[in-house]
């Protein structure tokens, strides 16, 4: 039986090597959308905002903005800081994108603020930078709120002394406000747990997980191919057992599937920087989902009566499985409907357990994602297997 079946294999092999459509598949469409995903939309984790101020009013509220928050983003690593000769100098630097964006504090700011006046700071952003740019703006909005609150605080003080406020002291609270800590403060602690997937090595993952359910295709479609052809009649009048025809192709399928993974895991690593974490945990991961889409697979192509046929099916579940997995983008885990949806999915387990693997760095967390993905192939091929059985008595 052994012997019958790696022979099927090695003719499945064979053809499959020729056919363009399985390169495609398997390694150039997944390792492409990859490569352009990651273009489109690039790692965000760290934002490098380069930018100056125009102070052009000089006085005590602007200094609360040139002498406290400027400094403070610059010190944080938040800001690359830039001088500028003039606004028009700030101008040409932020339309030719030499610079990400520029604050101009227009003439009359602060005698603006202390009237109770419309004080507004001006944002120059360059074209394209878009995340710079609502850094920007962020943090003039919330120099701008800070503000308020002196101002809140500067109408208290006069109303006591019967006064009117003193630049200085405006100055003074404006600096106070813009180096004053949150009251509250939410971080998380990665002392014990490494960084999860970065955006390439995700889109990597995820791609290759999407695709390998189309790659496997091309083995569990052999059985249909054979009856369109004429040629399972032949195999079943030489002195094969049906096993063995069985057992050859579900062969090929999973030599395809863990092969176009491992190709892509290492490429992408190798051109894209993507990192997928320990090679044990990966591998276990890999073989987890091979067999989990040949079940799935397996079981879709039974309702099909041509292997065309089987590949639309195919094709749509594949497609809805890796929607709902997340493979194009992380689905958030704080809807509880979300979770459910993601954990029917052997895509979101597979992406689940890369995440571990990268935020733990030992192999052996990946088990539990492991389990749910082989539980997920197990419950497909059952009753594909029982229905096969069954189509091949009659």
């Keep these: 039986m052994l012997r019958a079946a790696s022979l099927i294999l090695a003719k499945d092999t064979r053809l499959r090597v020729r056919d363009r459509s399985v390169w495609l598949f398997a390694f150039v469409v997944p390792l492409g959308l990859t490569f352009l995903f990651s273009t489109i939309f690039p790692d965000t984790g760290a934002i490098d905002l380069t930018a100056g101020v125009v102070d052009l009013d000089g006085g005590e509220v602007a200094a609360g903005f040139v002498d406290g928050v400027v400094p403070a983003l610059a010190e944080a690593d938040v800001l690359t800081q830039v001088e500028f000769d003039s606004e028009e100098d700030a101008r040409s630097r932020v339309a030719e994108g030499s610079v990400d964006a520029a604050w101009v504090l227009p003439p009359g700011f602060s005698e603006e603020v202390l009237a109770g006046g419309d004080a507004r700071i001006e944002v120059l952003v360059a074209a394209g930078r878009t995340l710079p740019g609502e850094l920007a703006r962020g943090v003039a909005d919330a120099y701008a709120r800070r503000i308020e609150q002196a101002g809140l605080a500067l109408t208290v003080q006069g109303a006591l002394t019967g006064g009117p406020p003193d630049p200085q002291l405006i100055g003074a609270i404006g600096v106070a406000a813009a180096e004053a800590e949150e009251l509250i403060q939410l971080t998380t602690d990665l002392s014990e747990?490494?960084?999860?997937?970065?955006?390439?090595?995700?889109?990597?993952?995820?791609?290759?997980?999407?695709?390998?359910?189309?790659?496997?295709?091309?083995?569990?479609?052999?059985?249909?191919?054979?009856?369109?052809?004429?040629?399972?009649?032949?195999l079943l009048a030489a002195p094969i057992a049906p096993g063995a025809i069985h057992l050859g192709k579900l062969l090929g399928a999973f030599l395809l599937g863990c092969t176009s993974m491992a190709v892509l895991a290492v490429a992408s690593q190798q051109l894209l920087g993507a990192e997928w974490g320990p090679a044990p945990g990966v591998a276990i991961l890999i073989v987890a989902l091979v067999l989990a889409a040949i079940g799935v697979m397996s079981l879709v192509a039974l309702f099909a009566h041509t292997a065309e046929q089987a590949s639309n099916f195919q094709a749509v579940?594949?497609?809805?499985?890796?929607?709902?997995?997340?493979?194009?983008?992380?689905?958030?885990?704080?809807?509880?409907?979300?979770?459910?949806?993601?954990?029917?999915?052997?895509?979101?387990?597979?992406?689940?357990?890369?995440?571990?693997?990268?935020?733990?760095?030992?192999?052996?967390?990946?088990?539990?994602?492991?389990?749910?993905?082989?539980?997920?192939?197990a419950v497909t091929a059952v009753p594909a297997v029982v229905l096969q059985r069954r189509r091949s008595s009659w």
């Design 193 to 234: 747990r490494g960084e999860p997937l970065d955006a390439v090595s995700y889109l990597a993952a995820g791609m290759a997980a999407f695709f390998v359910f189309f790659t496997v295709q091309f083995g569990v479609t052999g059985l249909l191919e054979e009856r369109q052809f004429g040629t399972m009649p032949r």
């Design 317 to 377: 579940v594949a497609v809805v499985l890796g929607l709902t997995g997340g493979v194009f983008v992380p689905i958030p885990g704080d809807v509880a409907a979300l979770r459910v949806i993601t954990a029917v999915s052997p895509h979101g387990w597979f992406l689940r357990g890369l995440n571990e693997l990268a935020a733990s760095g030992q192999w052996t967390t990946v088990l539990p994602a492991a389990g749910a993905i082989v539980l997920f192939g």
